[in-house]
């Protein structure tokens, strides 16, 4: 059994807004109350919990809206506009688990705290893109933008084209004695959403924004190790992680060590921009000394846990 039971969940963004329905903010808080159901159970039985959040399909509507606004109001750094969304899919999820809880009478605080990650600015991957954002779009589509708006575009998985901006590699939270503190009060704590806002120290000391968005994985990750969870708990669209993932000779992996997954993403079974950060997330979290690493889809949180779903990655 697990005996640290803090535990760090990830929703994965896909998830909340999913491909193919209809974009608007009432389907985004039903996906949002639906993606609380394995959380719910996890305070049931008594988890300390930090819930992170992806924001690619939101920060990329974000970025679009301040575009498409251009000349009438003030365009928005990338920066900024992962702020605005920790601050709004944060309420949105924290409001949704409060109404949960009082509904099945549970006396558990949740709070969301926007969250800043130092990242190395002088780091390649601090301006290589790399990160889908947004909407999905037809291979037409994606020529026009990428001409008309000098947008990067790329494909994700069989899934469309989609727009790409750089991803900076997190190191520490800035908040992350405050989520620390509040966690082991058992104050279930919303942070570290869309990745966190990607900070780096400049010369005079000072914290300065970068333009960019961080992998939530990655982020998540962090909050993890900087906080002392066991359990790294990543859901997502789909039950198990794959080797040959999407070819005929697919399988689906239960649980495997932390070497086996090593050599796994070392032969590229693991794109990046998808399951790559979430794999390299595991990784980083289990050489820093957490216990288990699980990802899976949202039905299956505590399923997952006691080895009944999904995808555990237990240390070698
Ligand atoms: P999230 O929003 O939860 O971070 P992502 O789209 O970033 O979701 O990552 C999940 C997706 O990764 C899955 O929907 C699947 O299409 C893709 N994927 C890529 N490689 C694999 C693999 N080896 N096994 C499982 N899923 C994979
Ligand atoms: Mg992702």
Avoid at 138 to 148: D, I, S
Avoid at 202 to 226: F, M, P, Q, R, T
Avoid at 260 to 286: C, D, N, R, T, V
């Amino acid at each position: 059994m697990l005996e640290n039971k803090t535990a760090v969940v990830a929703l994965g963004g896909n998830a909340i807004t999913r491909a193919g329905e209809e974009d608007t903010i009432y389907r985004q808080f039903a996906n949002t109350r639906k993606s609380l159901d394995g959380i719910v159970e996890l305070v049931r039985h008594s988890y300390n919990l930090v819930v992170t959040h992806g924001n690619g399909p939101q920060v990329g509507n974000a970025l679009l809206r301040s575009e498409l606004a251009r000349g009438k109001a003030p365009i928005l750094p990338l920066g900024v506009l992962v702020a605005d969304t920790e601050g709004g899919m944060g309420y949105m999820i924290e409001q949704s688990l409060q109404n949960r809880l009082l509904a099945e009478n549970i006396n558990r605080p949740v709070v969301t705290i926007i969250t800043q990650m130092l990242c190395d600015e002088k780091d390649p991957a601090t301006h290589n893109p790399t990160k889908y954002i947004g909407q999905f779009y037809t291979e037409e589509e994606a020529a026009r933008y990428a001409e008309e708006r000098g947008w990067q575009m790329k494909t994700d998985a069989d899934r469309g084209w989609r727009r790409v901006v750089p991803s900076p590699i997190p190191y520490k939270a800035v908040e992350s004695e405050t989520i620390k503190t509040l966690v082991e009060q058992g104050t279930i704590v919303i942070a570290g959403g869309g990745g966190g806002i990607p900070i780096y120290i400049d010369e005079k000391g000072n914290y300065e924004g970068i333009d960019a968005v961080i992998d939530k994985d990655l982020g998540s990750a962090v909050i993890a190790e900087d906080i002392g969870a066991g359990i790294l708990l990543i859901l997502t669209d789909i039950d198990k992680v794959a080797i040959n993932y999407g070819k005929p000779d697919e399988k689906e992996l239960d649980q495997v060590s932390l070497s086996e997954i090593k050599a796994y993403h070392q032969q590229g079974h693991f794109p990046p921009g998808s399951m790559g950060p979430k794999i390299e997330a595991a990784i980083k979290f289990l050489q820093s000394g957490g216990d288990i690493v699980a990802i899976t889809s949202l039905d299956n949180a505590l399923k997952v846990l006691r080895g009944e779903a999904g995808t555990r990655i237990v240390p070698d």
